[in-house]
């Protein structure tokens, strides 16, 4: 069984490939400009998303409605209006965050394939900024941490806290107590990531990865990169089926179409005002990614390596 995790990482959530995402707001809607020049489509989103329940402060969190699919889902979630001086006032709403945003980002899946085993969401430092939260963000992180946690494990989704400056995320990294956020490792295991973490500290630890860790971002897997070659190269669904059938390993498959897709290329008319791509063009087109993803690796003690 696949189990929740919670993430840290130092990044721009608005770049991040996920199911949905924390978007703060107030009870009355209204955002900071910080969001919307960065996503300029998120102005217009958030005044047609309406809701009396979370105008009136029953509701705490709100998707936006008509947003693009396949892009991740903003999630309006309201900080209490008038400040607060306490940090748990915040962990109802992080709950909710979590709630309406695993609901919502199952019923977008459908049956597609995904690409991670169980939806991600993703939440900024939620409620530092203003109303004395800044005075609070230690506290803050605390219950951010163990309220996503706790929500994640009863819906079954992961959560990001996606985080922008070095210092929050290092008082984060010290947050995320040993006792409740490694358990899935033993003895041996914690050790080992401890020793890890030591050569990470001085800069020695270089990481190898497949290239499937770029499939978290949203690129093909070489089986449907080499689909989609053969539809541009022009292969019949008959074509590409056998080809994918042939036994070929994928360099052999890439190669064949290479052929192929220069003869459609050579074949073109040479009036035609935008010529097809090349076959290399068309590569580089395949993969272009405009989000990072978070790679997880099969196997929960694996997992536990990535929070």
């Known amino acids: 069984m696949t189990k929740s995790h919670v993430y840290v990482i130092l990044g721009d959530i608005t770049h991040l ?29 958030v005044s047609q998303t309406t809701s009396d329940l979370y105008t ?41 965050f979590v709630r309406v945003g695993a609901r919502e980002a199952k019923a977008r899946r459908g049956g597609s394939t995904a690409t991670r085993p169980i939806p991600l969401l993703a939440m900024p430092l939620f409620g530092a900024s203003g109303g004395g939260g800044h005075l609070l963000k230690g506290d803050i992180l605390d219950v951010i941490l163990d309220q996503a946690r706790l929500t994640a494990t009863e819906e079954g989704v992961d959560v990001v806290l996606v985080l922008r400056d070095e ?19 033993d003895r041996g295991l914690l050790k080992k990531a401890q ?8 800069g020695r630890l270089v990481p190898f990865m497949g290239a499937g860790t770029s499939v978290s971002a949203g690129a093909p897997t070489w089986a449907n990169l080499i689909k989609l070659l053969a539809q541009s190269a022009g292969l019949s669904d008959t074509e590409i089926t056998e080809l994918l059938a042939s036994g070929m390993d994928a360099l052999d498959q890439a190669a064949y179409l290479r052929a192929r897709h220069e003869t459609r290329l050579a074949e073109a008319p040479s009036e035609e005002r935008t010529p097809p791509m090349t076959f290399n063009e068309e ?22 390596f990535d929070r």
């Open 195 to 202: 020793e890890l973490a030591e050569i990470a500290k001085t």
């Open 167 to 185: 210092r929050t995320f290092a008082l984060a990294q010290v947050k995320r107590k040993p006792s409740k956020y490694w358990e899935a490792l």
């Open 17 to 45: 490939k996920c199911d949905a995402w924390m978007l703060p707001s107030d009870s009355k809607s209204s955002v900071t400009r910080v969001w919307t020049d960065e996503i300029p489509e998120l102005a217009d989103a």
């Open 283 to 304: 590569i580089a087109r395949l993969v272009n990614l405009t989000r990072y993803g978070l790679a997880v690796v099969p196997g929960d003690v694996v997992n536990a």
């Open 56 to 96: 009136s402060g029953k509701l705490f969190a709100l998707a936006l409605d008509g947003w693009p699919p396949g892009t991740p889902l903003p999630i309006m979630t309201a900080v209490p209006l008038n400040g607060f001086t306490n940090a748990a006032e915040l962990a109802p709403r992080v709950a909710e």
